[in-house]
């Protein structure tokens, strides 16, 4: 009877566990969803290159920025990428998602990321949130937000 009650526990088990993964990797990715996925990859290629100019457009004009040593507005973030006072070389990502609500959008990134701090070589891994608002069919960056992942 044991024997019974286990198995039939463990097929259960099973069933839910292989419905949960279908789900999640069935989740249908709309057109919006994959510009926003698009436009935060190429946010860190922009921000990897130093390149302000891209950068000044996207960011918008009230944006937010937190990092592990404080937060800042917009004029301060490009002057410090364009400073190379954090130099952003490399983010890897290794999960992205997206919600939209409304004329919000919230991205989160888990990623590792490279970059030169005051001259030296880190690496750290992030989970990063990245707040997009849409602003007459565009969509600018309002707010991005390190958060350091214990490993």
């Not at 009877?1 to 088990?13: D, E, G, H």
């Not at 989740?27 to 935060?40: A, G």
């Not at 970059?115 to 997009?132: K, R």
């Given at each position: 009877m044991?024997?019974?009650?286990?198995?039939f526990f463990?097929?259960?088990s099973?069933?839910?566990?292989?419905?949960?993964g279908?789900a999640?990797?069935?989740?249908?990715?709309?057109k919006?969803e994959?510009?926003?996925?698009?436009l935060?990859?190429q946010?860190?290629l922009?921000?990897?290159?130093?390149?302000?100019?891209?950068?000044?457009?996207?960011?918008h004009?009230?944006s937010?920025?937190?990092?592990?040593?404080?937060?800042?507005?917009?004029?301060?973030?490009?002057?410090?990428?364009?400073?190379?006072?954090?130099w952003?070389?490399?983010?890897?990502v290794?999960?992205?998602?997206?919600?939209?609500?409304g004329n919000?959008?919230?991205?989160?990134?888990?990623?590792t990321?490279?970059a030169v701090?005051?001259?030296?070589?880190?690496?750290?891994?992030?989970?990063?949130?990245?707040?997009?608002?849409?602003?007459?069919?565009?969509?600018?960056?309002?707010?991005?937000?390190?958060t350091k992942?214990?490993t």
């Amino acid at each position: 009877m044991k024997n019974l009650l286990f198995t039939f526990f463990l097929m259960i088990s099973v069933q839910l566990s292989f419905a949960q993964g279908n789900a999640a990797a069935s989740k249908v990715i709309t057109k919006q969803e994959q510009q926003l996925l698009d436009l935060s990859k190429q946010k860190w290629l922009w921000m990897a290159d130093k390149n302000v100019d891209s950068l000044t457009s996207f960011f918008h004009e009230k944006s937010v920025f937190v990092h592990m040593g404080g937060s800042w507005g917009k004029s301060r973030e490009l002057s410090v990428i364009k400073s190379g006072g954090i130099w952003y070389k490399k983010a890897d990502v290794h999960e992205a998602s997206v919600q939209i609500i409304g004329n919000t959008a919230i991205l989160l990134n888990r990623i590792t990321l490279l970059a030169v701090v005051g001259g030296n070589d880190v690496t750290n891994p992030f989970m990063v949130t990245e707040v997009y608002v849409n602003e007459n069919g565009s969509w600018k960056l309002a707010s991005l937000s390190f958060t350091k992942l214990s490993t």
